[in-house]
């Protein structure tokens, strides 16, 4: 049965004897084939539902547990995001296995192209002839093993981050997941697939150890120049000279008890142990060299189960992944710790905010000393004293205050000082904090409240109020909760939406009398955002 037929994607299984030969199961739009995969025994894939990250479906799923037979469940994935593009209104789409068509549940033997797409099936045809195929994602796109432009980049991208690795922390760079698959199995890039997975063993033995190791590791390619951007089981890395081509980097570590752990996961019921693993070797790889594990078999069995020798073009991680290592993904605090580092490495900002501006003409000319807190590269510590005011900037990304610094030195600004300090560290904040020059200070914050978890906002106004006087003023923007669903110029870093009179109320709580607040859309446009801020004045009596 096809249990779920959707725009995005098309799932189902057969039913045959456990000792039947490998299942191969055809999608066709009308008399083509457009793609071809093979049944997996015992696959992950849920009875009912969808994929994360797929559209609600068009069709119901069944209802429950709808697999009854006796014998071995085999089930497979088409993803067809760009296949619609190809289908005129009414054509027929089927899915078939050894000369069967498979029922689609609730639809009979076929689905029916809701509408026409913007090409024809013989533009398809002839895509296919060109060395296109129907990719992983769903994409219609030219066969890895003939893109010799991303072969190129990737391969040179891989090579260069081997050797900061290897010089760096030690570590052996070897090709992992699918682009280890096609090695392996096909001698080299699987045809159908869309990125370069490489990995390392770490020496921790932990997962929190490995991730803030995988932290560095993101700084140092950032130092050198690579945008790098993490998820929760790796980094992506891109050549900046090369921005549509990357890798993928994953972190693996053996723990205490020397089973390998995978913090992106695997799909496979075998484990890898310290027994097991025999380092790395040397191979040649389309053109180029690359290392791969000795042990390489046993590791896919771990990725993809014992049957990893059969193509399966549909395979999907967020569907067939049976567990990962929990300890060791990035959390959300990481991966933002590593965003703020690549984007002041690779983004300036010249101008001072609009916040600044407005609070600078509230202060006057009386002599303060500004504490901007979260100031990134010191767009707004630079404004507050070129116009005269101590300012003591801090933020937790190294870069940051690098740059921050040299824009101070370029301006022969004596009176603008910038430590690295992460909010999140209580100690360290108190002790910053705690420095103390005489004068009235204006705790700044902008942007910063929403990009810090609640605990390390508590901890942050814990901090000021043991620090603050009669006089001392606390003034933030950022993000509420009525700014949650509007667009987002920058969406990958972490973002907490609170309610602002909610933290009005916290405030007076905590002693302070509210000067002014406003909570709107139009304080700081930026292209195409226009985001709801909270603005607040608020005074130590």
């Excluded at 390392?200 to 997962?207: I, P, Q, R, Y």
């Amino acid at each position: 049965m096809v249990e779920a037929f959707t725009e995005h994607d098309v799932r189902g299984w057969v039913s045959v004897p456990a000792d039947s030969p490998p299942t191969e199961v055809e999608l066709r739009l009308g008399s083509m084939t457009v793609s071809t995969t093979t049944a997996t025994p015992d696959g992950a894939m849920s009875a009912s539902g969808k994929a994360k990250g797929s559209p609600t479906p068009s069709l119901p799923p069944p209802k429950g547990d709808r697999r009854h037979s006796r014998q071995q469940i085999r089930t497979f994935t088409f993803v067809i995001s760009q296949l619609w593009d190809y289908a005129p209104k009414g054509t027929p789409l089927r899915v078939v296995t050894d000369s069967q068509v498979l029922p689609i549940h609730g639809h009979g033997m076929f689905l029916r192209a809701p509408r026409s797409g913007s090409q024809t099936p013989q533009d398809l045809q002839k895509r296919f002839d060109e060395g296109h195929l129907l990719g992983r994602t769903g994409l219609v796109q030219v066969s890895k093993g003939l893109d010799e432009e991303w072969q190129s980049a990737v391969g040179s991208l891989y090579e260069s981050t081997r050797a900061l690795l290897a010089d760096t922390f030690g570590y052996d760079l070897f090709i992992t997941y699918g682009t280890l698959l096609g090695a392996v199995r096909e001698g080299g890039f699987l045809a159908h697939d869309n990125d370069y997975d490489a990995s390392f063993v770490s020496s921790a033995t932990t997962g929190p150890e490995a991730a803030d190791e995988l932290v560095k590791i993101a700084k140092m390619l950032i130092a050198e120049g690579y945008r790098v951007g993490a998820m929760g089981g790796g980094l992506h890395v891109v050549d900046p000279a090369r921005p549509d081509h990357r890798i993928d980097i994953f972190h693996v570590y053996f723990d205490a008890d020397g089973v390998l752990q995978h913090p992106f996961g695997y799909a496979g019921e075998s484990q890898i142990t310290t027994a097991d693993w025999k380092g790395t070797r040397e191979i040649e790889f389309v053109g180029r060299t690359a290392l791969v594990p000795v042990c390489a078999e046993e590791l896919l069995a771990t990725f993809y189960g014992d049957d990893w020798r059969r193509p399966k073009t549909g395979f999907q991680w967020n569907v067939e992944k049976r567990g990962n290592d929990r300890t060791g993904v990035m959390t959300p605090p990481r991966i933002t710790d590593v965003y703020w580092a690549d984007y002041y490495a690779h983004h300036g900002h010249a101008e001072a905010s609009s916040f600044a501006h407005f609070v600078h003409d509230r202060l006057g000319p009386d002599s303060v000393t500004v504490v901007d807190i979260g100031c990134g590269d010191g767009r707004d510590s630079i404004f507050f004293a070129t116009r005269g005011r101590q300012v003591l900037g801090l933020d937790r990304a190294g870069v940051a205050i690098e740059h921050a610094r040299e824009k101070a030195d370029q301006a022969d600004l004596a009176q603008a000082r910038f430590e690295v300090c992460d909010l999140s560290d209580g100690a360290r904040l108190a002790a910053v904090l705690s420095e103390d020059d005489g004068r009235p200070r204006v705790f700044y914050s902008r942007f910063v409240l929403h990009a810090i978890d609640a605990r390390t906002q508590d901890a942050l106004l814990d901090s000021i109020g043991a620090q603050v006087r009669s006089g001392d003023l606390f003034v933030a923007e950022f993000r509420t909760d009525k700014d949650e669903e509007l667009v987002k110029a920058h969406p990958q870093h972490f973002r907490r939406y609170q309610n602002a009179a909610e933290f009005l109320a916290d405030l007076r709580g905590r002693g302070w009398e509210i000067d002014y607040d406003v909570e709107s859309a139009g304080l700081a446009p930026w292209g195409d955002e226009d985001p709801v801020l909270c603005r607040v004045i608020a005074r130590r009596p």
